[in-house]
T-cell receptor, first 116, second 117 residues
Framework: GAVVSQHPSRVICKSGTSVKIECRSL??????MFWYRQFPKQSLMLMAT?????????EQGVEKDKFLINHASLTLSTLTVTSAHPEDSSFYIC????????????FGPGTRLLVL | AQKVTQAQTEISVVEKEDVTLDCVYE???????LFWYKQPPSGELVFLIR??????QNEISGRYSWNFQKSTSSFNFTITASQVVDSAVYFC??????????????FGAGTRLAVHP
């Protein structure tokens, strides 16, 4: 149980385009999903917390107009990187929490974004 | 402020050796959760264990064991008889507050473990 999927696993795009990444909880409902960014050989950096049916909460320094998050259902959250630039190239990972009592976050396999 | 320190950046061992990964945390909360995750080269984070602050019992799961000591704010992870498949980056993480909140995970910097045949 507690499987989280992400799509796509890898994406290459041109500078200035927008990229959408999907995060799905496959066998549980997730009231809360999280989006992280990880640079090579570094730890995970939380970008935002996404709650179903409400606006996402962004961490300090993360541009909400650049990283659009939508959590339209209890099993799906999307991250859209708008007008991507080479510095947005990174590994993006989502996680999901089953309900509000379960404290464990289960992670997706990640999406490698390369902006040319 | 909350913080997780994994002082060991990289560890290299030979197969069958035992290895301990250190984790020290800081928090002002009396209720908190500690986690260990494994990140193999594929990139996906694999959940290994969760411990709440009121449960100091050590845990063993196969070749893995965890030593939680509140007195030293440590939550160390030991792999017994290491195998090449254990090669990965291991992250220790802290979540504060009581259940029901949208509590963030605070990650340590990670320890890269290389197990050589």
């Amino acid at each position: 149980g507690a499987v989280v999927s992400q799509h796509p696993s890898r994406v290459i795009c041109k500078s200035g385009t927008s990229v959408k990444i999907e995060c799905r909880s496959l066998d549980f409902q997730a009231t809360t999903m999280f989006w992280y960014r990880q640079f090579p050989k570094q730890s995970l950096m939380l970008m935002a917390t996404s709650n179903e049916g409400s606006k996402a909460t962004y961490e300090q320094g993360v541009e909400k107009d650049k990283f659009l998050i939508n959590h339209a259902s209890l099993t799906l959250s999307t991250l859209t990187v708008t007008s991507a630039h080479p510095e947005d190239s990174s590994f993006y990972i989502c996680s999901a929490r089953p309900g509000t009592v379960e404290e464990t976050q289960y992670f997706g396999p990640g999406t490698r974004l390369l902006v040319l | 402020a909350q913080k997780v320190t994994q002082a060991q950046t990289e560890i290299s061992v030979v197969e069958k050796e035992d290895v301990t990964l250190d984790c020290v945390y800081e928090t002002r909360d009396t209720t908190y959760y500690l986690f260990w995750y494994k990140q193999p080269p594929s990139g996906e984070l694999v959940f290994l264990i969760r411990r709440n602050s009121f449960d100091e019992q050590n845990e063993i799961s196969g070749r893995y064991s965890w030593n939680f000591q509140k007195s030293t704010s440590s939550f160390n992870f030991t792999i017994t008889a290491s195998q090449v498949v254990d090669s990965a980056v291991y992250f220790c993480a802290l979540s504060e507050g009581s259940s029901g909140g949208y509590n963030k995970l605070i990650f340590g910097a990670g320890t890269r473990l290389a197990v050589h045949p």
